[in-house]
């Protein structure tokens, strides 16, 4: 398995905080990805990275911040939850653009 | 309409049956993949393929590029063989330039019954 880990695995939090998650990997890839999933929606990506400090948006990115000052590290930050991003959050690596994405564990964020 | 679809949405089975998983794209694509997603959420990539067929173990994936149509079969089902299964596709930019991100299917639940 790709060494891929998530930070925290489950979180609750409420409406209009601040939220952080990280994904780390010890694999040395240049893509990292952030993804949510959610009944009937399937996978959608929120933004990605190519590289440290170039970052750029998908499909579902308004309220998301990304940030990555680190080849291992990419945080996905909301800045101010709502109860619509609960969700589960996968983050996503890759050696090359079209090369295969390994997925981290998860993370269940719930916002109440 | 959704970009990828699959069908069915929830499929139940019983152990050595042989299961079909259909994914149709309605975009013209570079690559497309099958993932395996266990009950405990870890999300797995099966193949990757943009033309023909693959087969590892008892999974084998097939594509039709001009019907925009591709199958996962699993011969000789077994219960630990339930899972979602998520088929997705990379989409060619204008002018044939393939990128990385990846557009989802809903995902078809496969129960295995001993």
């Known amino acids: 398995d790709a060494g891929i880990t998530q930070s925290p695995r489950h979180k609750v939090t409420e409406t209009g905080t601040p939220v952080t998650l990280r994904c780390h990997q010890t694999e040395n890839h240049r893509y990292m990805y952030w993804y949510r999933q959610d009944p009937g929606h399937g996978l959608r990506l929120i933004h990605y990275?190519?590289?440290?400090?170039?970052?750029d948006k998908g499909e579902v990115s308004d309220g998301y911040s990304v940030s990555r000052s680190k080849t291992e590290d990419f945080l996905l930050t909301l800045e101010s939850a709502t109860s619509s991003q609960t969700s589960v959050y996968f983050c996503?690596?890759?050696?090359?653009?079209?090369?295969?994405?390994?997925f981290g564990p998860g993370t269940r964020l719930t916002v109440l | 309409k959704n970009e990828v679809e699959q069908s069915p949405q929830n499929l139940t089975a019983q152990e050595g049956e042989f299961i079909t998983i259909n994914c149709s794209y309605s975009v013209g694509i570079s690559a497309l993949h099958w993932l395996q997603q266990h009950p405990g959420g870890g999300i797995v990539s099966l193949f990757m393929?943009?033309?023909g067929k693959k087969k590892h173990g008892r999974l084998i994936a097939t594509i039709n590029i001009q019907e925009k149509h591709s199958s996962l079969h699993i011969t000789a089902s077994h219960p630990r063989d339930s899972a979602v299964y998520i088929c997705?596709?990379?989409?060619?930019?204008?002018?044939?330039?393939?990128?990385?991100?990846?557009?989802f299917g809903q995902g078809t639940i496969l129960t295995v019954h001993p």
């Open positions: 996503a690596i890759s050696s090359g653009a079209t090369d295969t994405q390994y």
């Open positions: 990275s190519y590289g440290v400090k170039d970052t």
């Open positions: 393929l943009s033309s």
């Open positions: 997705a596709v990379r989409s060619l930019r204008a002018g044939g330039t393939s990128y990385g991100k990846l557009t």
